[in-house]
């Protein structure tokens, strides 16, 4: 159990622990803890967001930036790695050259459009978001809990896309854990947004239905367009899950 949750947290941030590794099961059983994981990492944000208002006295445009800009220092940037390289992955006219566009470390004009739009969105919606809780252990709690829940629903999408699509290439980074999830991973890892959600009541649940929704049209896409999942298409699912659930929770408040 413990070294499943520090492979998640190898996989997810860029923290110094040690990864065990081992073949494609292990990591797939890792993939268990990617929510519980988010769920730290997301009240983790909202929490030193709250800090930095109400105890720093910072503006929250200000607040807000230093954790946008934290939570990338955090993860290595990693799922908006993966969003760039969806998006310019459209420019490209058949499989095998989206593939190849993918497989580039440079970022073209769909991904830079893509990564600033999102970086933008989540900081507007955080915006938003921090200043509805007030300066009370009850309204910082509730907010810390919503963070928790946006962070870890963006982890858990990214679960039913693995085990829907077969893995596109032949190999790569994220072909250990979409060969080797099993329906049970995800519907264990599911267990922690889903109990989160329910504490938040209909804000959660509809957070819940806008972070699966967003899954849903990023998979489809991905089989559409690729014939498949790949790391890239993990990472641009947690972020398009993240930025659609934190949208539906503004929308809800």
Do not use: N
Request: charged share 10%.
């Amino acid at each position: 159990m413990r070294t499943g949750f520090l492979d998640a947290v190898a996989l997810l941030t860029r923290l110094p622990v040690r990864q065990a590794g081992g073949d494609g099961a292990d990591l797939a059983r890792a993939a268990v803890w990617f929510p519980v994981v988010g769920a730290l990492l997301g009240g983790a944000l909202v929490g030193t967001g709250l800090l930095l208002v109400a105890w720093a006295g910072l503006p929250v445009p200000v607040a807000v930036l230093l954790v946008v800009s934290l939570e990338q220092l955090a993860t290595g940037a990693l799922h908006l790695d993966g969003l760039a390289d969806l998006a310019d992955a459209s420019g490209g006219t058949d499989r095998q050259a989206r593939l190849r566009i993918m497989k580039d470390h440079a970022t073209g004009v769909y991904g830079t459009a893509a990564v600033v739009l999102a970086l933008l969105l989540e900081g507007a919606l955080l915006v938003e978001l921090v200043p509805t809780a007030d300066p009370g252990a009850a309204g910082m709690t509730s907010a810390v809990l919503l963070g928790a829940a946006a962070w870890s629903l963006s982890r858990a999408a990214m679960l039913p896309v693995a085990l829907a699509l077969p893995y596109a290439r032949e190999d790569g980074t994220g072909r250990a854990v979409v060969d080797g999830l099993a329906r049970r991973h995800t519907l264990l890892a599911w267990v922690a947004p889903v109990v989160l959600c329910a504490l938040l009541g209909w804000t959660g649940a509809a957070m819940l239905g806008g972070a699966l929704a967003a899954a849903l049209l990023v998979g489809s896409h991905a089989g559409q367009t690729l014939g498949g999942a790949t790391g890239d298409v993990l990472g641009a699912t947690a972020q398009a899950a993240l930025l659609a659930a934190l949208l539906v929770a503004v929308a809800a408040l």
